[in-house]
């Protein structure tokens, strides 16, 4: 993984510290730790792709803090956001029924 991948994953910027990702990685694993799900539950194992990926991003960035100290000449790498989607909607909200009047 590269170092910018690794800030964007900790949702860091050039500026963090060594206690500034420990912090992020910290609150990260607290959301998407995969003990918070349930076996049968869908999200599972997005939990277990998560905890993985912040688990390389906390290593990769500790191991770069401790080489040069700082982030500060880390090139960004070009993210591209995926196309937003609007969320279906639910069946029971596309059809509504003739409201009465009331007279």
């Not at 910027?13 to 049968?40: C, F, I, N, Q």
């Not at 969320?87 to 059809?95: C, M, R, T």
Request: net charge positive; charged share 30%; glycine share 2%.
């Amino acid at each position: 993984m590269q170092i910018s991948t690794a800030l964007h994953t900790l949702r860091l910027d050039k500026s963090a510290t060594e206690e500034s990702v420990k912090l992020a990685y910290r609150e990260l694993a607290k959301m998407w730790h995969p003990d918070k799900y349930r076996d049968g539950d869908p999200m599972k194992p997005e939990a277990d792709r998560q905890i993985k990926m912040i688990n390389e991003a906390k290593a990769v960035a500790l191991t770069y803090i401790k080489k040069y100290g700082h982030f500060l000449h880390v090139k960004e790498a070009p993210f591209e956001a995926p196309p937003r989607r609007a969320p279906p909607e639910p069946p029971h909200a596309q059809e509504k029924p003739p409201q009465a009047k009331h007279q």
